[in-house]
């Protein structure tokens, strides 16, 4: 009972602070305001049961990441979608700091696009944020017919109040980079965002920066590649991205491609610095390991250098006789101090200080498992590179590597899981289907930098009652350093 009431009295004061000031909407001021935020009590996520065994829906999971709760690291509450294989994959909210000028908008309502089936889900998060329910359900026909987009991705709140949501594909299964646009109230497809006729030709994942008229996107793959899993030979068909594309924000036109070459191949993820008179940020490439630094020429276009370089490994045992690190999820502090990264095959995640924007330098490192451990089938050659010891916690051994990241908003916690795409799961760590994913928190040191395993912390998505699940990307209810942008 007393620690219902703290918690309660905590959300009202919080309320009247977040809702007194003149004219505020959802969201912060500014990204270091962020940081000065409540800490994060729940989280949410999707958890994903295509290819695996067990033939239930996605649903999306209510974590307690309260250390004072007595309910510390539980699932509280599963919402399951309606259908089966959806692949439930990213989110995102129907309004964040974008439109925090805006008092009439609320961030109640988190968006769901489905990898797979092309669905986006609209979940209700507002009337008991710690029990969601739905809201409302798009069809993938409504994306066929309207938008001629499928395989929708990353969803971004816009300051106008509409819902931006990136693409993988056309209907058919062929790459296509485009942008759905909902209505920001009933939720709707409005339409493409991008110009009639100027898609890109794959796509993935976006950010924007409206002072500099900018917005860049990335991409994966053709989804006809995807479905079943990675095959080398689908890179040099040319199925795989390598290019980010810039577009004009306000014609909605695509006015430059940068080709990064094989050194920047399969770039996922995109951040621009938070600072939204910041005219740079980096992008993670999959494939070659690498991190590109991109940004605004004294001639007003875009351009990209590599920055960070994670090599390849030697290795017996494994599918091919080099081994990627496989860059799979980037994100920087709201104070664009610290870029943070995560290495899929290797086995860990990384931390860069980026004051020297040109320049990053590594601070942190932690291994939380991978395909190079100890015990393990692969063997490295690599004379500078040996194998790390099986990640274990509370007697728990971590299958699969660390794959999606969140930070908290005071940057001392990074929270992390183990999944990244269902078939890919089931190609490179069979026994992460049969065991279930986790997540991690890590400890980290915001004054000169360093990474800790929190030993304390874990939830094991193995043990959901339907069976083990694949939990993939953490969101906040109050909004992160991944899903709030600042105009």
Same mark, same amino acid.
């Given at each position: 009972?007393?620690?219902?009431?703290?918690?309660?009295?905590?959300?009202?004061?919080?309320?009247?602070?977040?809702?007194?000031?003149?004219?505020?909407?959802?969201?912060?001021?500014?990204?270091?305001?962020?940081?000065?935020?409540?800490?994060?009590?729940?989280?949410?996520?999707?958890?994903?049961?295509?290819?695996?065994?067990?033939?239930?829906?996605?649903?999306?999971?209510?974590?307690?990441?309260?250390?004072?709760?007595?309910?510390?690291?539980?699932?509280?509450?599963?919402?399951?979608?309606?259908?089966?294989?959806?692949?439930?994959?990213?989110?995102?909210?129907?309004?964040?700091?974008?439109?925090?000028?805006?008092?009439?908008?609320?961030?109640?309502?988190?968006?769901?696009?489905?990898?797979?089936?092309?669905?986006?889900?609209?979940?209700?998060?507002?009337?008991?944020?710690?029990?969601?329910?739905?809201?409302?359900?798009?069809?993938?026909?409504?994306?066929?017919?309207?938008?001629?987009?499928?395989?929708?991705?990353?969803?971004?709140?816009?300051?106008?109040?509409?819902?931006?949501?990136?693409?993988?594909?056309?209907?058919?299964?062929?790459?296509?980079?485009?942008?759905?646009?909902?209505?920001?109230?009933?939720?709707?497809?409005?339409?493409?965002?991008?110009?009639?006729?100027?898609?890109?030709?794959?796509?993935?994942?976006?950010?924007?920066?409206?002072?500099?008229?900018?917005?860049?996107?990335?991409?994966?793959?053709?989804?006809?590649?995807?479905?079943?899993?990675?095959?080398?030979?689908?890179?040099?068909?040319?199925?795989?991205?390598?290019?980010?594309?810039?577009?004009?924000?306000?014609?909605?036109?695509?006015?430059?491609?940068?080709? =990064?070459?094989?050194?920047?191949? #399969?770039? !996922?993820?995109? &951040? /621009? +610095?938070?600072?939204?008179?910041?005219?740079? @940020?980096?992008?993670?490439?999959?494939?070659?390991?690498?991190?590109?630094?991109?940004?605004?020429?004294?001639?007003?276009?875009?351009?990209?250098?590599?920055?960070?370089?994670?090599?390849?490994?030697?290795?017996?045992?494994?599918?091919?006789?080099?081994?990627?690190? =496989?860059?799979?999820?980037?994100? #920087?502090? !709201?104070?664009? &101090? /610290? +870029?943070?990264?995560?290495?899929?095959?290797? @086995?860990?995640?990384?931390?860069?200080?980026?004051?020297?924007?040109?320049?990053?330098?590594?601070?942190?490192?932690?291994?939380?498992?991978?395909?190079?451990?100890?015990?393990?089938?692969?063997?490295?050659?690599?004379?500078?590179?040996?194998?790390?010891?099986?990640?274990?916690?509370?007697?728990?051994?971590?299958?699969?590597?660390?794959?999606? +990241?969140?930070?908290?908003?005071?940057?001392?916690?990074?929270?992390?899981?183990?999944?990244?795409?269902?078939?890919?799961?089931?190609?490179?760590?069979?026994?992460?289907?049969?065991?279930?994913?986790?997540?991690?928190?890590?400890?980290?040191?915001?004054?000169?930098?360093?990474?800790?395993?929190?030993?304390?912390?874990?939830?094991?998505?193995?043990?959901?009652?339907?069976?083990?699940?694949?939990?993939?990307?953490?969101?906040?209810?109050?909004?992160?350093?991944?899903?709030?942008?600042?105009?």
């Amino acid at each position: 009972m007393l620690y219902e009431s703290t918690r309660n009295l905590t959300h009202l004061l919080f309320f009247f602070e977040a809702t007194s000031c003149s004219g505020c909407g959802p969201g912060y001021r500014d990204p270091l305001e962020a940081m000065k935020g409540p800490r994060e009590e729940i989280v949410y996520l999707p958890c994903i049961y295509r290819n695996t065994d067990i033939l239930k829906p996605d649903y999306l999971a209510t974590v307690d990441v309260d250390p004072k709760s007595p309910n510390y690291c539980k699932v509280i509450h599963r919402l399951p979608m309606p259908n089966l294989r959806d692949e439930l994959h990213h989110s995102g909210w129907n309004a964040c700091s974008s439109c925090f000028g805006d008092a009439s908008k609320k961030r109640n309502r988190l968006i769901l696009p489905c990898l797979v089936s092309s669905r986006v889900y609209v979940v209700d998060v507002g009337t008991d944020p710690r029990a969601p329910r739905m809201h409302k359900i798009i069809e993938p026909t409504d994306l066929y017919w309207k938008c001629d987009l499928a395989h929708p991705h990353t969803s971004h709140c816009l300051g106008s109040g509409q819902i931006m949501i990136s693409t993988l594909g056309d209907p058919s299964g062929n790459g296509k980079g485009g942008f759905v646009l909902l209505d920001g109230e009933t939720f709707e497809v409005i339409g493409n965002w991008e110009a009639p006729g100027d898609s890109a030709p794959m796509g993935y994942d976006f950010w924007y920066q409206p002072r500099h008229n900018v917005m860049i996107s990335t991409e994966w793959g053709a989804p006809k590649a995807l479905g079943n899993g990675f095959n080398p030979a689908d890179v040099k068909a040319g199925l795989y991205g390598k290019r980010l594309h810039v577009w004009d924000w306000t014609t909605h036109k695509r006015v430059q491609t940068i080709d =990064l070459g094989e050194e920047g191949a #399969i770039p !996922l993820e995109i &951040r /621009f +610095l938070h600072d939204p008179l910041a005219a740079e @940020g980096y992008v993670g490439c999959a494939l070659s390991g690498s991190i590109f630094r991109f940004y605004k020429t004294p001639v007003n276009n875009w351009s990209a250098e590599k920055v960070i370089s994670v090599p390849s490994k030697k290795v017996e045992g494994w599918a091919l006789p080099d081994m990627p690190s =496989l860059i799979t999820d980037i994100l #920087i502090s !709201l104070d664009d &101090r /610290f +870029l943070y990264f995560s290495n899929w095959l290797h @086995g860990d995640i990384r931390q860069y200080d980026i004051t020297d924007r040109r320049n990053p330098q590594m601070v942190g490192q932690v291994f939380l498992g991978g395909s190079i451990v100890n015990g393990g089938p692969v063997k490295v050659l690599d004379k500078e590179f040996t194998c790390q010891p099986p990640c274990v916690i509370k007697g728990k051994k971590v299958q699969g590597g660390p794959q999606m +990241l969140q930070l908290s908003l005071d940057g001392k916690r990074l929270y992390v899981t183990t999944s990244l795409y269902s078939a890919w799961d089931k190609q490179f760590y069979p026994d992460l289907i049969k065991e279930g994913s986790v997540m991690m928190q890590i400890d980290v040191d915001t004054a000169k930098g360093g990474l800790k395993l929190n030993e304390n912390f874990l939830v094991d998505f193995g043990a959901e009652p339907e069976g083990p699940a694949l939990a993939h990307e953490v969101r906040y209810p109050g909004g992160d350093c991944t899903s709030d942008i600042w105009v």
